[in-house]
């Protein structure tokens, strides 16, 4: 099992669609987890971090399922701007706990 | 602004011509680190330096090298690119190693090969 998997995208939906992107990992001892965006050929930005309460900001709701370890986004009337790349990050198995990606989720909003 | 700077923003080079790619910090962030990313793949840390302390990837190849002078700067040394090689190099800062310390990224150097 890979350390963190998302959704194959690309994601398709048209403007002010509610979409979800899902988020497994493998370490059941990870505590960092985190959402990033990454535009076409540009870098990862921070979208937002997750708690195990759950979290909100504005559109998106971020949600963290330790039982199943599973992380969501949740993006509402998304914007032609949310198009990009959805990243799910967490802490990893290795020595120093670094960070670790997924392959991220392909999300194009259109007209 | 307290940032991240990655240079060059492109870079060619020919297979086995060794090159570097340079990176800055005004976070004065304790950790930086080197991440390759391929087309449509996630980020793969290469490795990280907490303050001196170099920390190498088990599957980071030897071909791949790092200086880390001083807090601010750090470089990634590739000595023979190869045409796998060609990809996004981002470097990344954070306060802590790990958990709860989110990474702040450059804009990437976008490595070519030919």
């Known amino acids: 099992r890979k350390e963190v998997e998302q959704d194959p995208g690309p994601f398709n939906v048209p403007e002010g669609a509610t979409v979800a992107f899902n988020c497994t990992y493998s370490?059941?001892?990870?505590?960092?987890f985190f959402w990033y965006r990454q535009d076409c050929r540009k870098e990862p930005k921070l979208l937002m971090s997750?708690?195990?309460s759950g979290n909100e900001d504005g559109r998106f709701t971020a949600q963290l399922n330790r039982a199943s370890q599973y992380i969501s986004l949740l993006i509402r009337d998304s914007k032609l701007s949310d198009s990009a790349t959805y990243l799910c990050?967490?802490?990893?198995?290795?020595?120093?706990?670094?960070?670790?990606f997924g392959k991220g989720t392909m999300l194009l909003v259109s007209p | 602004d307290a940032m991240v700077i990655q240079n060059p923003r492109y870079q060619v080079t020919q297979f086995g011509k060794p090159v570097t790619l340079s990176c800055s910090q005004t976070?004065?962030?304790?950790?930086m680190y080197w991440y390759q990313q391929k087309s449509s793949q996630a980020p793969k840390l290469l490795f990280h330096y907490y303050d001196k302390d170099f920390n190498n990837e088990a599957d980071t190849p030897d071909n791949f090298q790092s200086r880390r002078p001083n807090t601010s700067f750090c470089f990634l040394d590739i000595r023979s690119p190869g045409l796998g090689d060609a990809a996004m190099y981002l470097c990344a800062t954070s306060r802590q190693r790990g958990s709860n310390s989110p990474l702040h990224f450059g804009n990437g150097t976008r490595l070519t090969v030919t």
């Open positions: 990050v967490v802490n990893g198995l290795g020595r120093y706990s670094t960070l670790t």
């Open positions: 370490n059941s001892a990870s505590q960092s």
């Open positions: 976070l004065n962030h304790n950790v």
């Open positions: 997750v708690y195990s």
